[in-house]
């Protein structure tokens, strides 16, 4: 078990002593370059002290804080930047646990995360909300929980296996991790003064913490507004540099993400770049990050770099990562910046465009060196709830795939789910479809996609069509992810292929699988709540780089597709989804035929 960090107040005694010289410091960084984000500036040769896990004097010169145990480090030539923040994030979508997470991305530098654990409270409730609340208090970081507000995420048009409660949100606002609201992506019943939704934003604000947005549609004008309103304080969806100004001129946050698979920092980031706006409004986060790109390209390191990239000044894109995202969740004298009495979270890197993470301190205490992890990342007790939830009721076969047309017709029109590469929202698009024997068929572009039950037993599949994968012969693809509601996806060009990926899954109880000419050709055992595996994040990430290389097998060659199969069942992002109720129209907030009749 991790060591708790004690209150600045608790230690402010022994803080005061070593940055009087009274004390000795348990460890002093010596001849860096120090990245102040309070002022914007580096400080040649500024020194730090550190004690009891949080700085205790920062300077020209720290000598006076050492003694003889205090441990030294020379920094001579590099720079000293407060560790990495990511403003909002989903640890399930690593397919981790929040230890492993943490273990993947510690390396990278990041040592606090703002998280949202929806994906488990949509198969487990507030019971899985409190299991991975507890595992993140146990690491050697600082992970908060923002508890979760949409489960399910939109009401009557999906079933979850558990729904959160405004009472059950009253309830966790008193734990000690929970930061906040969760993303409220149920925008239209805020603008539609929906009692529940606003009770949870009255027992978030009345605790005097932080609403977490989420408003997926275009429309920037009466609705937006009264969607801030709310009390919303941030918000990841922007895909444009309008999307940015429209929030930051309201009050909110711009949170601009950088994932797997969304690209959405170069289009709104040139509201700094090129518009000059004050840049203290807009906050960098990853929001999804596959266990592969933590693996091999990076987490919050990664996002600032290519926020320099697209032209940010390096010092304002590390504010964007540090100071900027401690300040809106009411944590700037906490952590963020290297100042007295905030958490010692410093990195040590020798450049701040390319940003190598060669040191890594956590709470005063060296956690990573040259991308290697030195600490340990403790695990929770997972229990058999947590493992067992995959309930499909019964083994499937081809037929339940069918999708059957209109007696006598030899040919439909279809409503399609077009999916939109590096972007979240998908197209409603309509294709001409044939039909054989009393079945519409799936053809060229166009592949079938399902939509199984797996909470209750029930047996039920929706079934509906996708392009965009590129997809060709028989195959199949399966996945117990399927956000929010995380029931079971499968889209393939074979409905025999489609049933073996969906009865694969119920065996192994969760997970994510490709199958060709009846062959599996990759599997991720993911058996916590059908989301996560507890093994470390490299055994995953290549796992997963068999999925992707089989995914490729298949036809496709969409960049990080695994992502955009993953949000199909996502109803709250327009413009058409399915979930276990049918086919979403999001545009309008209603289920709608799949055939057109």
Same mark, same amino acid.
């Given at each position: 078990?991790?060591?708790?960090?004690?209150?600045?107040?608790?230690?402010?005694?022994?803080?005061?002593?070593?940055?009087?010289?009274?004390?000795?410091?348990?460890?002093? @960084?010596?001849?860096?370059?120090?990245?102040?984000?309070?002022?914007?500036?580096?400080?040649?040769?500024?020194?730090?002290?550190?004690?009891?896990?949080?700085?205790?004097?920062?300077?020209?010169?720290?000598?006076?804080?050492?003694?003889?145990?205090?441990?030294?480090?020379?920094?001579?030539?590099?720079?000293?930047?407060?560790?990495?923040?990511?403003? =909002?994030?989903?640890?399930?979508?690593?397919?981790?646990?929040?230890?492993?997470?943490?273990?993947?991305?510690?390396? =990278?530098?990041?040592?606090? %995360?703002?998280?949202?654990?929806?994906?488990?409270?949509?198969?487990?409730?507030?019971?899985?909300?409190?299991?991975?609340?507890?595992?993140?208090? %146990?690491?050697?970081?600082?992970?908060?929980?923002?508890?979760?507000?949409?489960?399910?995420?939109?009401?009557?048009?999906?079933?979850?296996?558990?729904?959160?409660?405004?009472?059950?949100?009253?309830?966790?606002?008193?734990?000690?991790?929970?930061?906040?609201?969760?993303?409220?992506?149920?925008?239209?019943?805020? @603008?539609?003064?929906?009692?529940?939704?606003?009770?949870?934003?009255?027992?978030?604000?009345?605790?005097?913490?932080?609403?977490?947005?989420?408003?997926?549609?275009?429309?920037?004008?009466?609705?937006?507004?009264?969607?801030?309103?709310?009390?919303?304080?941030?918000?990841?969806?922007?895909?444009?540099?309008?999307?940015?100004?429209?929030?930051?001129?309201?009050?909110?946050?711009?949170?601009?993400?950088?994932?797997?698979?969304?690209?959405?920092?170069?289009?709104? @980031?040139?509201?700094?770049?090129?518009?000059?706006?004050?840049?203290?409004?807009?906050?960098?986060?990853?929001?999804?990050?596959?266990?592969?790109?933590?693996?091999?390209?990076?987490?919050?390191?990664?996002?600032?770099?290519?926020? @320099?990239?697209?032209?940010?000044?390096?010092?304002?894109?590390?504010?964007?990562?540090?100071?900027?995202?401690?300040?809106?969740?009411?944590?700037?004298?906490?952590?963020?910046?290297?100042?007295?009495?905030?958490?010692?979270?410093?990195?040590?890197?020798?450049?701040?465009?390319?940003?190598?993470?060669?040191?890594?301190?956590?709470?005063?205490?060296?956690?990573?060196?040259?991308?290697?992890?030195?600490?340990?990342?403790?695990?929770?007790?997972?229990?058999?709830?947590?493992?067992?939830?995959?309930? %499909?009721?019964?083994?499937?076969?081809?037929?339940?795939?069918?999708?059957?047309?209109?007696?006598?017709?030899?040919?439909?029109?279809?409503?399609?789910?077009?999916?939109?590469?590096?972007?979240?929202?998908?197209?409603?698009?309509?294709?001409?479809?044939?039909?054989?024997?009393?079945?519409?068929?799936?053809?060229?572009?166009?592949?079938?996609?399902?939509?199984?039950?797996?909470?209750?037993?029930?047996?039920?599949?929706?079934?509906?069509?996708?392009?965009?994968?590129?997809?060709?012969?028989?195959?199949?693809?399966?996945?117990?992810?399927?956000?929010?509601?995380?029931?079971?996806?499968?889209?393939?060009?074979?409905?025999?292929?489609?049933?073996?990926?969906?009865?694969?899954?119920?065996?192994?109880?969760?997970?994510?699988?490709?199958?060709?000419?009846?062959?599996?050709?990759?599997?991720?055992?993911?058996?916590?709540?059908?989301?996560?595996?507890?093994?470390?994040?490299?055994?995953?990430?290549?796992?997963?780089?068999?999925?992707?290389?089989?995914?490729?097998?298949?036809?496709?060659?969409?960049?990080?597709?695994? %992502?955009?199969?993953?949000?199909?069942?996502?109803?709250?992002?327009?413009?058409?989804?399915?979930?276990?109720?049918?086919? &979403?129209? &999001?545009?309008?907030?209603?289920?709608?035929?799949?055939?057109?009749?």
């Amino acid at each position: 078990m991790t060591q708790k960090l004690q209150s600045w107040a608790d230690v402010a005694p022994r803080l005061i002593a070593v940055a009087a010289g009274r004390d000795a410091a348990d460890l002093v @960084i010596t001849g860096g370059k120090l990245v102040n984000v309070q002022t914007r500036e580096v400080l040649e040769g500024w020194q730090v002290a550190i004690a009891e896990g949080r700085f205790a004097y920062v300077g020209p010169d720290a000598s006076h804080c050492i003694g003889p145990d205090t441990e030294t480090i020379d920094a001579t030539g590099r720079y000293l930047i407060p560790g990495l923040c990511d403003g =909002h994030m989903h640890i399930e979508s690593g397919m981790l646990t929040p230890a492993e997470f943490a273990a993947a991305v510690i390396p =990278h530098g990041t040592t606090t %995360m703002f998280t949202d654990p929806h994906e488990i409270a949509n198969v487990l409730g507030l019971e899985g909300v409190r299991m991975m609340h507890d595992e993140a208090l %146990m690491q050697p970081v600082n992970i908060f929980t923002q508890m979760p507000s949409c489960a399910p995420s939109a009401p009557g048009l999906e079933t979850t296996g558990f729904e959160i409660s405004a009472e059950d949100v009253a309830e966790a606002m008193g734990w000690p991790g929970i930061i906040g609201l969760g993303e409220m992506m149920n925008f239209p019943g805020v @603008i539609n003064g929906d009692p529940q939704m606003l009770a949870e934003m009255a027992a978030t604000m009345n605790a005097g913490k932080t609403v977490g947005g989420h408003y997926a549609s275009p429309d920037k004008g009466a609705a937006f507004s009264a969607y801030v309103a709310g009390g919303a304080a941030d918000d990841h969806e922007g895909t444009a540099e309008t999307d940015a100004l429209a929030r930051v001129r309201n009050g909110m946050r711009s949170m601009m993400r950088l994932g797997s698979a969304w690209y959405d920092v170069e289009s709104q @980031i040139t509201a700094v770049t090129e518009r000059g706006l004050d840049p203290r409004n807009f906050i960098l986060c990853t929001d999804d990050c596959m266990a592969e790109t933590l693996v091999n390209d990076g987490h919050m390191n990664r996002v600032v770099r290519h926020a @320099i990239e697209c032209g940010c000044d390096p010092l304002v894109a590390l504010q964007m990562a540090t100071i900027n995202t401690a300040t809106h969740f009411g944590l700037e004298r906490e952590l963020g910046s290297i100042a007295p009495g905030r958490r010692a979270d410093v990195i040590v890197t020798s450049d701040l465009k390319s940003l190598p993470i060669e040191q890594v301190i956590a709470r005063g205490k060296t956690v990573a060196i040259n991308g290697q992890i030195t600490v340990e990342c403790p695990h929770f007790n997972w229990p058999d709830t947590a493992r067992q939830t995959v309930h %499909m009721g019964k083994t499937l076969d081809e037929a339940d795939f069918d999708i059957p047309a209109p007696e006598g017709a030899n040919a439909v029109t279809a409503k399609v789910i077009g999916v939109v590469e590096n972007q979240a929202p998908t197209k409603a698009l309509t294709f001409e479809l044939p039909v054989t024997e009393g079945r519409v068929q799936a053809t060229g572009e166009v592949c079938q996609i399902a939509l199984v039950e797996r909470h209750r037993g029930t047996g039920h599949v929706s079934n509906g069509f996708v392009s965009g994968f590129g997809y060709t012969g028989d195959m199949a693809i399966a996945s117990t992810v399927a956000h929010d509601s995380h029931h079971m996806i499968v889209v393939g060009t074979s409905r025999a292929n489609m049933a073996l990926a969906a009865n694969r899954l119920g065996d192994v109880g969760g997970g994510v699988t490709v199958f060709k000419d009846g062959r599996e050709l990759a599997l991720i055992e993911l058996p916590i709540a059908g989301l996560m595996s507890d093994k470390p994040a490299a055994e995953v990430a290549a796992q997963a780089k068999k999925m992707i290389e089989a995914m490729a097998v298949c036809g496709c060659t969409m960049n990080n597709a695994y %992502m955009q199969h993953s949000l199909l069942a996502l109803v709250v992002i327009p413009e058409l989804r399915i979930s276990d109720l049918g086919l &979403v129209d &999001v545009t309008k907030f209603e289920l709608t035929n799949v055939v057109e009749i």
